[in-house]
């Protein structure tokens, strides 16, 4: 059973906007703050945006003022409003845990990951 599912992405021009939706298996929703991250071409995987167990939202300072995050805990749904985009938003979004779901691995363990949306902005 999938545990996060991402959606949304897409092909959009400077400028333009998407919304990406994330649902999220219960047991995940429920106990943790969530957040979405994403994962540029060559470049490490960041969190972007995120609830925090006080009740508030960060921003990194690349998105703040054109990304708005938002749940709908009714649903197991988060949703990340992405407006005036530019080229350098181009990456894969993946919602997760902050900090991020870990599963068993061998006899360690590692990070799991959905399979994220691609989201490219290009004219």
């Known amino acids: 059973q999938e545990q996060l599912v991402e959606s949304g992405g897409g092909l959009v021009q400077p400028g333009g906007s998407l919304r990406l939706s994330c649902v999220v298996a219960?047991?995940?929703?429920?106990?943790?703050?969530m957040a979405w991250y994403r994962q540029a071409p060559g470049k490490q995987r960041e969190l972007i945006a995120g609830?925090?167990?006080?009740?508030?939202?960060n921003y990194d300072a690349s998105v703040k003022g054109r990304f708005t995050i938002s749940k709908d805990s009714a649903k197991n749904t988060i949703y990340l409003q992405m407006n005036n985009l530019k080229p350098e938003d181009t990456a894969v979004y993946y919602c997760?845990?902050?900090?991020?779901?870990?599963?068993?691995?061998?006899?360690?363990?590692?990070?799991?990951w959905g399979q994220g949306t691609q989201v490219t902005v290009s004219s």
């Open positions: 609830f925090t167990r006080g009740g508030w939202i």
């Open positions: 219960g047991s995940i929703f429920n106990q943790n703050v």
């Open positions: 997760n845990a902050d900090p991020p779901v870990t599963v068993p691995y061998g006899s360690t363990w590692t990070y799991y």
